[in-house]
Every structure is written in structure tokens, then in C-alpha cells.
């Protein structure tokens, strides 16, 4: 079963920044790419960044995030990353990490392998 544990959140003021985790158990992580979502309360869920599954690329979806988030993962400890610099009280959002169903360069379903975590809340005030 593909499960996904996600942590490292918190509350951080604007200009912060925050290092979320991700640990993945279930399934042969070397073998997918990986990515982070996010989902403002009330608010659809949207893909924010992937990473393949050799680490070699990495796309951004959210031009807001473009230079201030960075993917990355271990396969060896089967874990992935997202780097949150320069936090702006627009990023706040439960995060979460998944397998896409389907990927391109452009954008990431929200169809996912398995189901959602219970993701990881960050908070970031003015």
C-alpha cells in the first residue's frame, strides 16, 4: 500500500522558511516521480512541484514558488523534500506529497497512486 508521511511544518513568519519531509513506505520509490501539493482550506488542492524518479529534473507549477521552493529526495531513504524559502502568508496551506497519476512538464494530476497523507500545515504570518 502506498503510504506517504509528511512533516516539518509549522508556523514561520513572512521571509521564512521551512524544510517539509516527506517518507514513503509501500511501493518501489526509486521507480516514480514524486510530488508536492498543496491545499489552502477552501481552496482545490494544487500541484506545487515534482521531481523524477532519478532526481535528474525537477518542474515547478506554481509561478509564485518558482525560486523559492526547491524539490528534492533521497531514494535511499526513500524520502522527499521541499524547501520553502522566503515564505509569503500566501503559501500557508496543508502540504502533502503523492505519486501523479499522470505528469508533464506543465502540471501534475490530482489523481493520485493510493491515497492522501494526513499532509503537513504551514503557517506563515504577515
Known amino acids: 500500500e502506498v503510504q506517504f508521511v509528511e512533516s516539518g511544518g509549522g508556523l514561520v513568519q513572512a521571509g521564512g522558511s521551512l524544510r517539509l519531509s516527506c517518507a514513503a513506505s509501500?511501493?518501489?520509490?526509486?521507480?516514480?516521480?514524486i510530488g508536492w501539493y498543496r491545499r489552502v482550506p477552501g481552496k482545490k488542492r494544487e500541484g506545487v512541484a515534482l521531481?523524477?524518479?532519478?532526481?535528474?529534473?525537477?518542474?515547478y507549477f506554481v509561478e509564485s514558488v518558482k525560486g523559492r521552493f526547491t524539490i528534492s529526495r533521497d531514494n535511499a531513504k526513500k524520502q522527499v523534500y521541499l524547501q520553502l524559502n522566503n515564505l509569503k502568508p500566501e503559501d500557508a496551506a496543508v502540504y502533502y506529497c503523492?505519486?501523479?497519476?499522470?505528469?508533464?512538464?506543465?502540471?501534475?494530476?490530482?489523481?493520485?497512486?493510493?491515497?492522501w497523507g494526513q499532509g503537513t500545515r504551514v503557517t506563515v504570518s504577515p
Open positions: 503523492a505519486i501523479p497519476v499522470r505528469h508533464s512538464v506543465q502540471q501534475m494530476s490530482l489523481e493520485i497512486l493510493g491515497s
Open positions: 509501500g511501493f518501489g520509490f526509486e521507480d516514480y516521480a
Open positions: 521531481i523524477s524518479k532519478d532526481t535528474a529534473a525537477t518542474y
